[in-house]
């Protein structure tokens, strides 16, 4: 390679920063996918932030409802540990970070960590409210994602918002 090319192969390495999402040509405006991945990082704050919640009742839970309770939380924080890495994959293709720490989560969540081990119903109750809240957050990204024709957030944000509801449902049965 003469070293005219591989000067210019060098400047335009130095030229695609993928931090900010330069670059990247989908058919989607820098500032459309910036507002929803903007979004999708409040969803994911909310789903990790209800994963870890819903880990520590499984760990913490007591009384005569043990075994259901224990086992049932267990299925459910298994699912949100597969669907956080679907939401910050698809901030990534989108061309942005996608937040990663807990300092991070604690200012972009909406849901409220627990300072102590809550009895086990209201452990249930707390777990309606996250599922709640997110499928809140799912929803509020749902118009970002539509106006830029964006069907693979839309596609996410529908099955994760399928989820959220179903799963407060049946949390919220046992209540009855
Ligand atoms: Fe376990």
Same mark, same amino acid.
């Given at each position: 390679?003469?070293?005219?090319?591989?000067?210019?192969?060098?400047?335009?390495?130095?030229?695609?920063?993928?931090?900010?999402?330069?670059?990247?040509?989908?058919?989607?405006?820098?500032?459309? /996918?910036?507002?929803?991945?903007?979004?999708?990082?409040?969803?994911?704050?909310?789903?990790?932030?209800?994963?870890?919640?819903? &880990?520590?009742?499984?760990?913490?839970?007591?009384?005569?409802?043990?075994?259901?309770? &224990?086992?049932?939380?267990?299925?459910?924080?298994?699912?949100?540990?597969?669907?956080?890495?679907?939401?910050?994959?698809?901030?990534?293709?989108?061309?942005?970070?996608?937040?990663?720490?807990?300092?991070?989560?604690?200012?972009?969540?909406?849901?409220?960590?627990?300072?102590?081990?809550?009895?086990?119903?209201?452990?249930?109750?707390?777990?309606?409210?996250? &599922?709640?809240?997110?499928?809140?957050?799912?929803?509020?990204?749902?118009?970002?994602?539509?106006?830029?024709?964006?069907?693979?957030?839309?596609?996410?944000?529908?099955? /994760?918002?399928?989820? &959220?509801?179903?799963?407060?449902?049946?949390?919220?049965?046992?209540?009855?």
């Amino acid at each position: 390679m003469s070293k005219e090319k591989s000067k210019t192969r060098a400047a335009k390495a130095a030229k695609a920063p993928a931090a900010d999402g330069a670059g990247i040509d989908i058919g989607i405006s820098k500032s459309d /996918r910036e507002a929803i991945a903007s979004g999708l990082s409040r969803l994911l704050a909310d789903e990790y932030t209800l994963y870890l919640k819903t &880990h520590n009742f499984h760990w913490n839970v007591t009384g005569p409802m043990f075994n259901t309770l &224990h086992l049932m939380f267990e299925g459910q924080y298994t699912e949100a540990a597969l669907a956080v890495d679907l939401v910050a994959e698809r901030i990534r293709a989108l061309g942005f970070p996608a937040p990663g720490t807990y300092s991070q989560y604690a200012k972009l969540s909406s849901i409220e960590e627990d300072e102590s081990v809550p009895p086990a119903l209201d452990m249930v109750k707390k777990l309606v409210k996250g &599922h709640e809240a997110c499928a809140r957050t799912a929803r509020s990204v749902f118009p970002l994602a539509e106006k830029a024709s964006d069907e693979p957030t839309a596609d996410l944000l529908t099955q /994760r918002l399928q989820l &959220h509801e179903k799963t407060a449902w049946m949390l919220r049965s046992l209540l009855e």
